[in-house]
């Protein structure tokens, strides 16, 4: 379950509360079983086509259901560690504040990150752990950095892969 840090306030929300507090900000939170990874989740960061395809199926119906309610099309396996080549260059893409013109879409399956969001009347992080699905709609500003443990694998939800392009601020004078 997901935690948010309302930075103004320091005031921490957790459990079924912050999935409320994260729909009511615009945000798409869900909360997806993980008892079907028992046994099959391979404990290192570096996963075979194969073994992403066979996590893909273990989630066929959630990601068929979201593809069918939001529009999206395509989906793949993401897999960050602290042995990924380069990836203190790919986070430092992720750590400036940014806007996508599509939703990033992200269910955990293992390890966790931190999403900030910055709303017009708060800033807030948000903690996303195993079994959290959660959804940065189109042109929220926002940035991402891992968790202390440096590790996150996970499903990445698309309309369009081109859409999600990072736009930072000094891209975008329009918002």
């Known amino acids: 379950m997901a935690t948010v840090t309302i930075h103004q306030t320091q005031e921490r929300i957790e459990g079924t509360a912050a999935g409320d507090y994260l729909n009511a900000q615009g945000l798409i939170y869900q909360s997806w079983e993980t008892d079907r990874l028992t046994g099959r989740l391979k404990a290192g960061y570096d996963l075979t086509p194969a073994e992403q395809k066979d996590l893909l199926g273990l989630y066929s ?16 396996v993401i897999v960050l ?14 750590r400036p504040e940014h806007h996508h013109t599509d939703d990033e879409v992200r269910f955990v399956v293992d390890g966790g990150g931190i999403f900030t969001i910055r709303k ?8 996303v752990g195993p079994g959290d699905l959660f959804v940065v709609p189109a042109y929220t500003r926002h940035w991402f950095n891992l968790t202390d443990e440096a590790r996150i694998k996970c499903i990445r939800i698309f309309r369009d892969p081109a859409g999600w392009v990072a736009v930072y601020q000094e891209q975008s004078s329009a918002l």
């Open 81 to 94: 560690a602290p042995d990924t080549p380069n990836l203190d260059a790919i986070l430092a893409k992720f």
């Open 61 to 76: 119906r959630e990601i068929s259901d979201l593809k069918t309610g939001q529009g999206y099309v395509t989906e793949d």
């Open 120 to 127: 017009p009347d708060a800033t807030f992080d948000v903690v």
